[in-house]
């Protein structure tokens, strides 16, 4: 009886640790010398964006960071111990999560001494080598308690609990140059590894990187061509190259670029020797050339009868290898373009070979193809004038011969599933354009639906998907794909915007090329592996190889673009130079190849306007393929990414008003000023008109061109006066709110309350048909310009109707300008609320830098009854926020004028 409940008990012992040991967190080791450790400085691009899917097991008690030996953390640098920098490891880990599934999260354990030869992670003679070794080595090895093999495996067998060893990550060497049996004593760690753990040799891959490289005056950079023996002697170890990657001064550590890249590297090697191939992006080479020694389908020619027509049509089917009546398969009917027939596909795209090789390698669903004349005519021949308005209709009445004639025909001669689920329809060019109306004007027969360059006729957006909500509901799969130099480019490209603004998924694909068979050919192979089987609409966006160049680029400049996912792709030419970033806020690394361009794919950016500069070996230049803006205290790159909501400042077909510049001396300052006024729609024809007017302030950095050309204001407020929702009004875009003084003391305060009042306001009267009175005047700001707002504002609510603090809010808690505000505004909330008819505060969210200071000051203003209304618009301090923050004010203003 006692070994039965002893038998059970290990069984529920065994069950237990097999539920807590999760197979979806792949965890990898990590040992070595000070390149693994981390010697580059961990920078603010290195600590923010990181995924939870990412984690670190602590392998030294940390307490500065809050951290515990043996537990897990999400991976913000330090990896290795509390004083460590940047690893290989950092960017490994963001990489591999990036790449693998969404359910899959990613472990790392690093355990790496300074200095250390290889000889310290043998486990049989570790001891004699510490006991020689220099006191700041002893000093390292004794955080690992003396014993840093005996640790690694000690974490190792924690992280088993939680997850799977995947693979090892080696970086170590420098201290070994020359060693002709490094690979050996490699193997010899490895081995031990794999036996103290009780991992599968064959599951689990060894990867070495190699020291600084010679083209970047590595010191040790001979051991390199030693490192690349470990895979004779260890059959599953990988080297990885450290070719480009920048190294510092001492020729022994890379840069936190250097080991940013690195990391990737590592991360790509690692994918490859697990197997694991990502998402496919395009064809691989040789996917349209015919295989040998594999099974392939079978091209027929097949006639049937039309009512349509009144004639007898033909057209080709594609039947799969190891075709059998008695099993029935869905259908892709595949359209030809306006000079072509049913044979048009087969003579320039061989798809019964893609077709085939897709089989061989499993990607793809047996089915069915079917090659129809699109040209429903009685001679239905690509002679003449195919443009011929009679050929061009003929083209649309095959939406009928389709449904009505071939579909009905296909159906009862050959074993074919007869639902929607397991019908496709796609097409090149003219067949693309009928693929779109046919298979979106009939979803209750397709599910599928892929069109490839579409051509003019192609209906409207509208006429296309009238019905989004149904779209949605029905389409399994919409693909519409181009070449970015295909001069048709534009009817996809608005399809896809459609789609975009009214939320249907679907995969919008551009890549290089024209309007021919190469590009074709690429969307059959991606669109076929995709139909009759589950697919991912998470991962629509990830697929196009290129993006739409920014709205603000200049000329025809190719890049910046944007990709359907959000992300950008920058690339600038800069031959000489060592090292190459983008800054957005957050650096990105820039990767160069042989004709000296550099190039480099961010992370999904927020909506609208972003500052950028292109750092080259450190010193910041505009991209000479964008667009400049004052900002940051400088003209700097700026760039537009799109959104679904981005029409309210959309240039549209309205009556727009005037920017115009206007240049006054001022009395004030005694010096010339300059300042934008917008001007409405009507302003000149209406000479006996008067106007209110908001004045309407930049932040700090900026200038009088911030809010018309960043802020794009006369476009907002043509929409908003398009649709009624805003009174005509001047919005004079101010000069530049710094004052020859800081615009943050009192003097340069006062200096800007005065120049308002007393130099611009009296200048507008004159110049300019504005009512002169309170209820017809309001202020705003954002940042800088939200804190001048509020000094001059509110002393001054006999001259303004309505405030609006845009992202902004007194400073810190200890401000003496501020509390001689609240002194004010305590005693005279009763004036302040019956004057002002809108108090407008509005925030950027929790990341918005002003955030804390804007909701502290509206705590005070509730201790003092204070009437405000508040907003919140996620995107932090920047250009999105803040034209929101028009959109949302201005339509308050003036109601009763």
């Not at 019964?352 to 897709?358: A, C, E, G, R, S």
């Not at 400088?634 to 679904?644: D, H």
């Not at 005693?827 to 830098?849: C, P, R, T, V």
Request: one cysteine or more.
């Amino acid at each position: 009886m006692k070994t039965r409940i002893l038998l059970l008990f290990s069984m529920l012992l065994f069950a237990f640790s097999a539920r807590a040991q999760d197979p979806n967190f792949h965890i990898y080791l990590a040992f070595g010398q000070s390149n693994m450790e981390g010697h580059a400085k961990i920078e603010p691009q290195d600590t923010v964006a990181i995924s939870e899917r990412f984690k670190v097991l602590s392998a030294v008690e940390c307490l500065k960071l809050d951290r515990k030996k043996g537990e897990w953390y999400t991976a913000k640098p330090p990896l290795c111990r509390c004083n460590t920098g940047l690893t290989p490891t950092d960017y490994f880990g963001r990489e591999m999560v990036e790449n693998l599934p969404d359910s899959i999260k990613v472990g790392i354990i690093n355990v790496a001494v300074g200095g250390c030869k290889i000889e310290l992670f043998d486990k049989e003679n570790y001891e004699s080598y510490v006991a020689s070794a220099p006191g700041w080595l002893k000093n390292m090895v004794k955080e690992y308690d003396g014993n840093p093999y005996k640790r690694l495996v000690e974490m190792a067998k924690i992280g088993q609990k939680r997850g799977v060893i995947k693979g090892i990550l080696l970086h170590q060497g420098e201290s070994n140059t020359g060693d002709t049996l490094w690979p050996q004593k490699v193997k010899g760690v490895y081995d031990n590894l794999i036996k103290d753990l009780k991992l599968d040799p064959k599951k689990t891959p060894l990867l070495a990187g190699e020291m600084v490289s010679k083209e970047e005056g590595g010191a040790c950079a001979s051991m390199n061509t030693i490192i690349a023996k470990l895979p004779e002697v260890l059959p599953n170890a990988y080297v990885v190259s450290s070719e480009g990657c920048t190294a510092v001064n001492d020729h022994l550590h890379f840069t936190a670029e250097g080991y940013r890249k690195l990391g990737r590297r590592y991360a790509e090697k690692m994918l490859e020797a697990k197997g694991f191939e990502g998402l496919e992006k395009e064809a691989p080479k040789g996917f349209d050339q015919k295989t040998e020694n594999i099974a392939h389908g079978k091209l027929d020619s097949i006639s049937y009868k039309s009512k349509t027509v009144g004639t007898t049509r033909k057209a080709l089917i594609y039947t799969p290898p190891n075709y059998s009546e008695n099993k029935k398969y869905p259908v892709l009917y595949l359209l030809h373009g306006i000079g072509g027939d049913e044979k048009e596909w087969l003579r320039g795209g061989n798809p019964q070979v893609i077709l085939d090789n897709l089989y061989a390698d499993r990607k793809a669903e047996p089915m069915i193809v079917v090659m129809p004349n699109g040209r429903a005519m009685k001679d239905d021949r690509a002679v003449g004038n195919i443009f011929d308005s009679t050929k061009v209709a003929a083209f649309a009445n095959f939406e009928k011969d389709l449904l009505k004639d071939l579909i009905p025909y296909i159906e009862k001669n050959y074993p074919v599933k007869k639902d929607r689920e397991n019908r496709a329809i796609a097409g090149l060019s003219m067949g693309g354009g009928q693929t779109l109306n046919f298979g979106l004007g009939n979803l209750d027969t397709f599910a599928w639906v892929g069109a490839f360059s579409s051509a003019p006729n192609t209906k409207t957006p509208k006429e296309l998907v009238p019905d989004p909500e149904k779209a949605r509901e029905k389409l399994n799969l919409l693909w519409i794909s181009c070449g970015d130099a295909d001069n048709l480019l534009p009817f996809s490209e608005r399809t896809h915007e459609y789609l975009v603004k009214n939320d249907v998924p679907h995969i919008y694909y551009i890549e290089p090329g024209v309007h021919d068979f190469k590009v074709w050919k690429n969307g059959l192979y991606m669109f076929a592996k995709m139909i009759f089987k589950p697919v991912d609409q998470s991962k629509f966006n990830d697929y196009s190889l290129l993006g739409k160049p920014a709205s603000t680029n200049v000329g025809n400049a190719q890049y910046p673009q944007i990709l359907p996912n959000g992300r950008a792709v920058f690339q600038v030419k800069a031959q000489e130079a060592r090292d190459v970033k983008v800054d957005l806020g957050r650096k990105y690394d820039m990767d160069k190849n042989k004709e000296g361009i550099w190039k480099v794919t961010t992370d999904s950016l927020s909506e609208g306007f972003h500052y950028y500069s292109i750092l080259i070996d450190d010193v910041p230049v505009a991209d000479p393929n964008s667009e400049t803006f004052y900002g940051m205290g400088r003209m700097a790159s700026g760039i537009e990414v799109p959104f679904a909501g981005d029409e309210y400042y959309a240039l549209k077909k309205v009556p727009h008003g005037d920017i115009r510049m206007e240049q006054y001396f001022s009395p004030v300052l005694n010096s010339w000023r300059t300042f934008y006024v917008y001007t409405p729609p009507g302003y000149d024809e209406n000479k006996d008109k008067k106007y209110p007017a908001l004045y309407l302030y930049h932040g700090g950095g900026e200038d009088e061109r911030g809010w018309s050309q960043q802020g794009k204001a006369n476009l907002i407020l043509d929409n908003l006066i398009a649709e009624g929702k805003a009174k005509p009004m001047l919005v004079i875009i101010m000069p530049d709110g710094n004052m020859p003084v800081s615009a943050f003391d009192e003097k340069g305060l006062k200096m800007f309350e005065n120049e308002l009042l007393k130099g611009l306001i009296p200048h507008v009267q004159e110049e300019y048909r504005v009512i002169d009175d309170a209820d017809s005047r309001a202020l705003a700001g954002l940042s800088m310009g939200g804190i001048q707002t509020l000094y001059a504002g509110i002393p001054n609510t006999d001259h303004f109707s309505s405030l609006g603090v845009f992202s902004s809010g007194w400073i810190g808690e200890d401000n003496k300008i501020a509390e001689a505000q609240y002194s004010y505004m305590n005693e005279n909330a009763e004036k302040i609320n019956q004057n002002l008819e809108h108090f407008y505060i509005s925030e950027g969210g929790k990341e918005d830098i002003a955030y804390k200071n804007g909701k502290r000051m509206i705590s005070k203003f509730d201790k003092m009854n204070i009437d405000y209304t508040y907003n919140e618009y996620p995107g932090g301090h920047a250009w999105p926020v803040w034209r929101h923050d028009l959109y949302t004010f201005a339509p308050l203003l003036f109601k009763n004028q």
